[in-house]
């Protein structure tokens, strides 16, 4: 682009955003809000087919812009990554951060849903900190009408002094009163005067210590108190960005940097750490966005949700509400087993027959063996083993999944499991991240954005892998059908559904215990308040869950999980093929890792086969089954010449039983691992999610396998 840092004005921050104007008279309009909220749908509806997309210089995070003409001028609309907040925990919320302050917007567009008003805020309220051009898009008013819910826009709009817009996007309601207030604030005929968030008396008496000196140095080019607020919480992405795009550099400023050291040391004289400090600063925003929405939100038939009521009193009960719980899960789970069983066999018979075409043709071409060997064998294999596997069981449990996020029932998921996050010093909202890593641990990753606190989200980053994934129930239901379920004939796939929903408790239980550890050692801190909204239960739409579950995550899990057992399948051919000796490095390192394996009930296959599956846990499995055979490429046998081989190498049911808990307890995949370093922006937090669950892991395996041969059960 050819410009430096110190590159100035908008037409500047512009191209350096890579924002698409033809003219310095063009319009810039950004679009921010919550997953959800039918910013898209806004997006899409504003500006039709004139779209493009891309990435954001520097960062994995999708760019996409449109344009529309309103009255003979040219509205360019930057739609900004979906976000819960701004505190630049991710990169999405840095892109979108930085953009609103740097980007130079002439106005921001925040779509909040109306039937989520009050969670929404949250948002918008941080929004309003930074910048005054700001509108307010209520959208789905078409579907609050439906749940028979009033928001009184003009009143929202005089509580937060911005300009309110209702719309329904989707029909086209309400789309050009927004393009008319739009441009009144870019051409100055409205003038918001956004309310500022009341901060607890500590918290403002912190930002004054600090506001002076920053309002000096930063003029009007951003808000000084929110800028404050943001260097005293540590935020040193914010502290880059400035530096980086105004030409600021605050960590250079001995004056501030004392000031800031000061003010956190008032702060700890009155016992609270910066983790505090968060949290207050969190809650403060919380608590606004509540009241505001208790003053706009109103309901035409206060009744009209009695049953939603009755059924609550049921589903979200102290007897009954942790037992229903467990049981729907478990009904979940028995339908992905025995649903997922032929799908798997079907791909896998297709993946095959394709091989042997594969085969035909590197026969034809004359191919030389060993690019036959790596290519087939080696990525090929492990490629069809990954898809046949994880495929069927995503396909079932995403959806069946989603239907009850769209049904409202996950919301009660995490007001039964509140009361021991907050025990554990977490979230309540952990409940809902850790029930995505049921389907994928990198998903529930993804989803620990919905927590506000920047601690109560690391600590569920960190223990999100603890329940086990849809990657690691083919090895929990091989295992336990293989060596616990295999004598109960009919009543087999419900032993073995059983033994994994056993298996998923103990992953719920682990996951309250380290949430404590962590939140007594490394990142300490008290639970944030958490007001949980129990949305009305509603008639789910199945095709749109469909195709959301298939295409946004289904696809889009198996697609990171493809790229990363790609050259996995390579190095796994070449460590079984590449001999040393009179053995190949496969058994080498088998060979060093067996006396330590055996001391947590496992052998070295076992273990070189757990960490040559770091890039999926889907083929820990096919490893171990070559492992065995001494082959050189990836096999799949049926569960009884499974067994049997298993037998033969030594097996007994502490070693299947210590397997499982390993799997259940062990390092994050690479999938997992790439996603949390995204989220985090951190090695340091990525580097403790892989030590976390695997020390945990090694431990609970070596009390289970030298207590059961110290109890003489072996």
């Known amino acids: 682009m050819g410009l430096t840092k110190q590159s100035t004005g908008i037409s500047a921050l512009n191209e350096m955003f890579e924002v698409q104007v033809e003219s310095s008279e063009d319009i810039i309009v950004a679009l921010a809000g919550n997953p959800n909220t039918g910013k898209s749908t806004v997006f899409n509806s504003l500006t039709g087919l004139n779209q493009h997309t891309g990435n954001w210089p520097g960062k994995t995070v999708t760019n996409a812009q449109g344009k529309f003409l ?42 909040v849903d109306a039937t989520c008003l009050e969670r929404n805020l949250n948002l918008a309220l941080q929004i309003m900190e930074i910048t005054d051009k700001i509108v307010l898009c209520v959208n789905l008013l078409d579907e609050a009408k439906r749940k028979k819910m009033n928001v009184h826009l003009e009143k929202l709009s005089s509580l937060l002094g911005i300009p309110v817009v209702g719309t329904a996007a989707r029909n086209g309601v309400g789309l050009k009163e927004l393009k008319d207030t739009i441009e009144a604030v870019a051409k100055g005929d409205i003038q918001p005067h956004p309310i500022k968030i009341k901060y607890d008396r500590i918290l403002e008496e912190a930002i004054e210590d600090v506001k002076p000196l920053i309002q000096e140095k930063i003029g009007k080019k951003l808000d000084a108190q929110w800028i404050a607020l943001r260097f005293i919480d540590g935020d040193q992405t914010l502290m880059d960005s400035i530096n980086y795009y105004l030409n600021l550099d605050f960590s250079k400023n001995d004056i501030l940097q004392r000031k800031i050291k000061n003010t956190k040391e008032k702060l700890l004289e009155k016992d609270i750490t910066i983790e505090d400090f968060r949290d207050y600063m969190v809650s403060n925003i919380v608590k606004t966005a509540e009241k505001i929405s208790k003053e706009v939100v109103t309901l035409e038939n206060k009744t009209y949700n009695q049953l939603d009521r009755k059924m609550d009193n049921i589903l979200t009960s102290k007897v009954f509400g942790i037992p229903i719980m467990i049981f729907l899960l478990g009904v979940i789970f028995w339908i992905t087993i025995k649903g997922a069983n032929y799908p798997s066999q079907l791909l896998s018979t297709f993946f095959s027959w394709i091989e042997e075409q594969l085969t035909h043709f590197f026969t034809w071409i004359a191919a030389p063996d060993w690019i036959y060997d790596i290519l087939i064998l080696g990525i090929y294999r492990t490629l069809a083993w990954v898809v046949s596997v994880m495929l069927p069981p995503m396909a079932i449990f995403f959806p069946l999944f989603t239907l009850l996020e769209d049904l409202g029932y996950l919301p009660r998921v995490a007001f039964n499991l509140d009361h021991f996050f907050k025990k554990a010093c977490s979230h309540g909202k952990q409940a809902l991240t850790m029930c995505m890593g049921f389907g994928c641990n990198a998903a529930g990753v993804v989803a620990c954005r919905i927590i506000d606190s920047p601690r109560e989200r690391l600590i569920a980053t960190i223990t999100n892998n603890f329940v086990p994934c849809n990657g690691r129930f083919p090895t929990l239901i091989a295992l336990s059908s293989m060596f616990i379920a295999n004598s109960m004939g009919a009543f087999s796939s419900i032993v073995a559904t059983l033994t994994v929903l056993a298996a998923i408790v103990l992953g719920v239980m682990i996951t309250l215990i380290v949430s404590k550890l962590l939140s007594k050692t490394i990142l300490k801190g008290l639970p944030s308040s958490f007001t949980l909204e129990l949305p009305p239960y509603r008639k789910p739409q199945v095709g749109r869950i469909i195709v959301n579950s298939i295409f946004d995550r289904t696809l889009f899990v198996l697609g990171r999980a493809v790229a990363v057992a790609a050259p996995a399948g390579l190095i796994i051919w070449m460590m079984a093929n590449i001999t040393i000796g009179d053995s190949t490095i496969l058994s080498h390192c088998a060979g060093f890792l067996d006396p330590f394996a055996r001391l947590i009930g496992l052998d070295g296959y076992i273990l070189m086969a757990f960490i040559l599956g770091l890039p999926a846990n889907e083929i820990v499995i096919p490893i171990l089954i070559m492992s065995y055979l001494a082959q050189g490429s990836m096999l799949e046998l049926g569960e009884g010449a499974m067994r049997a081989l298993f037998i033969e190498n030594g097996w007994t049911w502490l070693t299947a039983v210590c397997m499982m808990l390993f799997s259940l307890n062990h390092w994050p995949c690479a999938t997992t691992l790439w996603t949390i370093r995204k989220e985090t922006q951190s090695v340091k937090w990525t580097l403790i999610s892989f030590l976390v669950p695997t020390i945990i892991g090694v431990l609970i395996c070596f009390i289970v396998a030298q207590g059961a041969k110290i109890l003489g059960f072996v």
């Open 70 to 111: 309103y009255h003979d001028k040219n509205f360019v609309v930057v739609d900004l990554p979906g976000t819960y907040s701004l505190l630049a925990n991710s990169v999405e919320e840095q892109v979108a951060r930085d953009f609103i302050c740097f980007g130079n917007p002439h106005v921001t567009v925040v779509v």
